[in-house]
């Protein structure tokens, strides 16, 4: 079957840190990966994606690589900053792009 | 990118009303249109997926005669919550997905609804 495992949190950095949140996957075919991002009360952004192995997703300085051999996709910021400080979900989709699967989600606070 | 809405953005309502939440793609047409719940600090469950014009397909739990799922045409798709409890209190988000071909088709995601039942 299909399942996302993410680091849990929460996780609290100090601004201009480095920041990984792990995320692996589980999956049948060739998913597609996502990191989505969620502010409080707000719902889902999507902050990058990446379709085929070996793909780079990035975005507003976030990157996350499709690694096929060791079933990743983590996230890192080199230098975070307060604005980031949100809700961050790892997903993915089967090759059929119909169903997402949700990892549990990480709460990033950045503090000044 | 394509933009979904939701109605209301926030719902409180009294145990045993029914309460109706829009999903709307603005500028696409959305073939599928999936609904998922999100407790406070846990991930988005997927509800149930509706295709337009057919009948709605529910995730294995969920109550389909409770959870209402109206997808009347390609731009819109409704959940009634019926007879809401206080349980049934939660952050509704809504996705909407352009295309049927096979492989991926990128999901949009809606701002969500938060319903409190009271």
Redesign the interface.
């Known amino acids: 079957g299909n399942s996302v495992t993410q680091m849990e949190g929460p996780v609290t950095l100090s601004e201009e840190a480095f920041l990984t949140i792990n995320c692996t996957y589980t999956a049948t075919g060739y998913p ?1 990966l996502f990191w ?1 991002v969620q502010y409080p ?6 902050l990058l ?1 990446a ?1 085929k192995a070996d793909d780079k997703g990035s975005n507003k300085g976030f990157e996350a690589t499709y690694r096929k051999e060791t079933t990743s996709f983590h996230l890192e910021k080199g230098s975070v900053q307060v604005s980031d400080s949100a809700v961050y ?1 790892c997903a993915l ?1 089967s ?6 699967y ?4 990480t ?1 990033l606070t950045v503090i000044p | 990118g394509a933009v979904v809405s939701q109605h209301p953005s926030w719902v409180i309502c009294k145990s045993g009303t029914s309460v109706k939440i829009e999903c709307r793609s603005l500028d696409f047409q959305a073939t599928t249109m999936f609904w998922y719940r999100q407790f406070p600090k846990q991930s988005l469950m997927l509800m149930a997926t509706s295709n337009e014009g057919s009948k709605a397909t529910y995730e294995q739990g969920v109550e389909k005669d409770k959870f209402l799922i109206n997808h009347a045409s390609l731009t819109l798709s409704t959940l009634t919550v019926t007879s809401a409890h206080p349980e049934d209190s939660s952050f509704y988000i809504c996705s909407a997905r352009q295309g049927t071909a096979m492989g991926y088709n990128e999901q949009f995601f809606g701002p969500g609804t938060r319903l409190t039942v009271l």
């Open positions: 597609s989505y009360g707000e719902g889902l952004q999507l994606k379709t979900f989709t090759n059929t792009g119909n169903q997402f949700f990892g549990t989600g709460s």
